[in-house]
């Protein structure tokens, strides 16, 4: 409720519940003491003679519906233009749609709707004396309105699924009739349907399937199934099937020798190159506690890590290894490789027997030597679980004698 006074607003009031407004501008004869405030009453009273009977100051007081004004129809009779655009497939074109659906708005500011649409009515002002002008507005704002959504790569056919950017949209190309203006608000924004003109929709089917193409997977099963497909219309050839099947040869020699099998090949390889390189395998040893380790030393028993064993190194008495005949730190010879057992007489056997005297074999403890690096323990007869050197177990093909 506003309360207008001489055509200017003097008063606003938009709670529920009584409201008293006395701003005494009138003086009446049931107020104040008699003597000089009757005098000052008869002579107002006198003046409203000269304004044929009525009070020369206009009051007037003014109610307004700020409830939601629902079911406006509305329709583009001409295609509105719209960009259609999606950056995966490097598609940018316009096309024309057309839509149809219902709004909704209220009155958000009756101080400005009075002001500049409905001021000093003197009966009621309907909505009916405004809606073909609003509509008319509606629809011219829909264009930027679709500028908006097409800037967030929305396809037509999702305009009707995002209402609440559509309404934002059009509150924002409206903001200066509508709000600044008129106090008016877009509430509720209801689309029937969005539709196309039947070449552009193709259009843009067409440029979906094209860019499928891109992936030489795609491409290579794509023409699979029309190879299929043509031997199928080759067999049925009424001309004889070898008539199609030569037909459909030149055909493919036509396409440049492009064939599914180098297009899948191609697909492959963008895989491979796309998919992550594997990490580095840790440089790690295995120590003769048994822990794997990755650094110079075991955390477990401290023991350092082995030097790498070259070929052909071996281990002097000295402690020093070798790769020679003699060692470089003493210059003993490198122990010669007996690889069986040695008899009394001097001859070294491999087999039960001495092949010279025919001794047997003596049965004594067995000693052992790396058969990797040729690291021999300090007592043969009870070697280590593992090699300190290379880490591999003793077993019994470490046994010497």
């Known amino acids: 409720m506003i309360i207008v006074e001489q055509g200017k607003v003097v008063e606003v009031c938009a709670e529920p519940g009584e409201f008293t407004y006395d701003t005494s501008s ?3 004869i049931f107020s104040g003491p008699l003597g000089e405030g009757i005098k000052k009453t008869f ?4 003046k409203r003679f000269t304004y044929g009977g009525d009070t020369a100051k206009d009051q007037r007081i003014y ?3 700020t409830k939601e004004l629902i079911d406006n129809k509305f329709g583009t009779p001409n295609p509105i233009p719209f960009r259609v655009v999606d950056s995966k ?12 659906g219902v709004y909704s708005y209220k009155i958000a500011d009756p101080l400005l709707f009075y002001t500049n649409v409905c001021g000093n009515v003197e009966q009621e002002y309907t909505r009916d004396e405004l809606d073909g002008q609003l509509k008319t507005e509606f629809i011219s704002a829909l264009q930027p309105a679709f500028g908006r959504l097409s800037d967030l790569e929305m396809r037509p056919n999702q305009i009707v699924t995002h209402n609440t950017e559509l309404e934002e949209a059009m509150n924002s190309a409206l903001s200066a009739k509508w709000g600044e ?7 509720s924004i209801a689309l029937g349907s969005v539709t196309l003109p039947e070449e552009d929709a193709e259009m843009i089917k067409q ?3 094209t860019a499928i193409m891109k992936d030489p997977t795609m491409a290579a099963a794509t023409l699979v199934g029309a190879q299929a497909d043509a031997m199928k219309a080759a067999a049925s050839n009424e001309a004889g099937a070898m008539t199609g099947f030569m037909g459909m040869g030149m055909a493919m020699n036509a396409g440049g020798g492009m064939n599914a099998q180098n297009l899948f090949a191609m697909g492959q390889q963008q895989q491979q190159q796309a998919a992550p390189a594997p990490a580095a395998a840790a440089d790690g040893w295995k120590c003769s506690c048994g822990a794997t380790v990755s650094g110079k030393f075991c955390p477990n ?3 350092k890590k082995p030097e790498p064993v070259q070929a052909g190194a071996w281990k002097c008495k000295c402690g020093a290894t070798a790769t020679g005949k003699f060692c470089p730190e003493c210059g003993s010879p490198k122990p010669a490789d007996t690889d069986g057992w040695q008899c009394s007489c001097g001859t070294v056997n491999k087999g039960k027997f001495c092949s010279n005297c025919g001794t047997k074999k003596p049965a004594g403890v067995p000693q052992y030597r790396c058969d990797k690096c040729g690291w021999e323990p300090e007592d043969p007869k009870n070697p280590p679980k593992f090699c300190p050197e290379c880490g591999d ?3 019994d093909g470490d046994i010497t004698n």
């Open 89 to 100: 497939i490097g598609l940018d074109v316009d096309v024309s749609v057309r839509c149809s």
């Open 393 to 395: 177990p003793f077993d």
């Open 301 to 303: 028993c401290g023991t």
């Open 26 to 28: 009138e003086p009446s």
């Open 181 to 187: 203006l008129r106090g008016l608000k877009v509430v």
């Open 43 to 46: 002579a107002t009273v006198g």
């Open 207 to 209: 440029a979906q399937r």
């Open 63 to 65: 109610y307004f519906n």
